[in-house]
Every structure is written in C-alpha cells, then in structure tokens.
C-alpha cells in the first residue's frame, strides 16, 4: 500500500454515479472502492439504488457477497439521504454515491443525491443513443443552476468503450464541444472471464495501471480540485 498524497479536504468529498440503466455505474464504483483502499484512501459509499431495480445486482448486495475494500451502507429514504451522506463520508476521503438507472422523469432519489454532493459523474457509453439519452440528466443539472439549487460540478466518464472503435473519440468531441468535461480515463468494455463484465460478486481485481486503477486516481484528482 503506497502512503495516499492527496489534497483532499479533511471533511471529505462525495461523488454521486448518475447515469442511464446499465451504464456501469455500480461496476465502477466497486472497482474504485477497492483501488482507493489499495491507495489508502479512505473511502465508502452509500447504495441509492432503489429497492426493486437490483436486476444487475446492487453495491450493497456485490458488498455482501465479497471485501470491496471498503463500507458500502444502504441509503435511507430520500428525505434523509443528505443527512447519512455527510455522516458516512470518511475524513480526508471519499464518499462515491451509486444511484440507480436514470429515468427521464425528474424525481426519486435522483435529486437528493445531487443535492448531497460536490461532483457528479455521469457514466455514459459512447453511442449515438446514449448521448441522446443522457440529454435527460444534463438538461436536470442545468435546471438545477438555473433555479439557483446547489449543482455539483460535472464530470463525463466514457463507460462500456470499445477501444476500436471510433465512436468514443466521436462522442468524446461532440461533448466537449457542447462544453463538457470528459474524464481522460475511459473504462473499456470487457467480457472475458476476469474481465469488468464478470466482477460482480467477487472482489474487485487490483491491476496497476488498468483503467479503473487510473481512473481511481484520475477522480480523487478532480475531487480535490473541485473541494478547494
Ligand atoms: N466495462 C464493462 N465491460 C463489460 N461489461 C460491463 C462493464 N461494466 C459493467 N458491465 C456489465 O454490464 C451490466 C451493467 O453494469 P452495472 O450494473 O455496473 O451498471 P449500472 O449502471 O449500475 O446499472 P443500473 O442502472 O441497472 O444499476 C452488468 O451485467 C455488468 O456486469
Ligand atoms: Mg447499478
């Protein structure tokens, strides 16, 4: 375990994972809990996934099944979700908010979350649909700086990539051109045995330099940022 060098505040940071259904949201976050224990840095997170919609199978229940590295507690009603973020975000870390598949109608737990966090990243796969899918979740951020409401900081994390693909750098473009900020990391699609695709129920594989362990250290990086 290397000795953590971050300039993360001593309060600690929370990122909230929104993004369409299957998007990787959950795969991710489980990967980046075990990377950032690995780090040491404190870490948690807290399920939003609301109950009934666990056909790809939650974090708390991936967190029951094997050591993720680190706690992943259950979210309490929407009400109460700001309040149990705050108190389970571990001093000078990170606190990642899953959330479950983004529906186009505003609502649910969708918005507290937001509301209890500092960045949000939205995982999106590279396609022509997803983008215009994900015009939902962009458009309720910009509604939420519109109304004057606390809007965290947004991030774009390019999910589900195939690498020979040219439609990530296309996709990669077209965001940032609309102004966007996309993660330089992009998590690939992978489906072999040991691969992303597969990790749900085992503990997360710790591959130096693997996207997942970059984008670990890629997000505490931006969530530093952000916090000053
Ligand atoms: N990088 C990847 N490569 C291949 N398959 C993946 C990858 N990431 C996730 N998957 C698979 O895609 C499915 C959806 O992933 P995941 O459950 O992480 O998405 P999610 O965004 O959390 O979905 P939901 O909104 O339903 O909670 C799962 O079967 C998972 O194993
Ligand atoms: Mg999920």
Redesign the pocket.
């Known amino acids: 375990m290397t000795s953590p060098d971050t300039d993360l505040p001593p309060e600690g940071v929370r990122i909230a994972f929104v993004?369409k259904?299957?998007?990787?949201?959950?795969?991710v976050i489980g990967h980046l809990l075990a990377h950032w224990a690995e780090d040491g840095i404190p870490a948690a997170a807290l399920d939003a996934?609301e109950p009934g919609?666990e056909?790809?199978?939650s974090l708390v229940e991936w967190a029951d099944l094997a050591d993720l590295g680190a706690p992943v507690y259950p979210a309490p009603a929407r009400s109460g979700i700001r309040e149990r973020a705050k108190q389970v975000t571990p001093a000078g870390g990170v606190l990642a908010v899953d959330t479950?598949?983004w529906i186009r109608k505003a609502g649910g737990t969708h918005f507290a979350v937001l509301s209890a966090v500092d960045l949000v990243v939205l995982?999106l796969a590279p396609t022509r649909m997803e983008l215009d899918r994900a015009a939902s979740v962009l458009a309720a951020l910009e509604h939420l700086t519109e109304v004057g409401a606390h809007c965290p900081r947004l991030v774009i994390c390019l999910?589900?990539v195939n690498p020979s693909a040219a439609a990530a750098d296309e996709t990669e473009a077209t965001l940032r051109e609309a102004g966007y900020q996309v993660l330089g990391t992009r998590?690939?699609?992978?489906?072999a045995r040991d691969?992303?695709?597969q990790a749900?129920g085992r503990p997360p594989r710790l591959v130096p330099d693997s996207p997942m362990d970059k984008l670990a250290a890629e997000l505490v990086a931006v969530a530093a940022e952000v916090s000053r």
Do not use: C, I, L, Q
């Not at 259904?21 to 795969?27: A, E, L, R, V």
């Not at 998590?187 to 489906?191: A, C, F, G, K, Y």
């Open positions: 993004g259904g299957g998007s990787g949201k959950s795969t996934d919609d056909e790809n199978g479950g598949a995982t999910t589900m998590v690939p699609r992978s489906d691969g992303y695709g749900f």
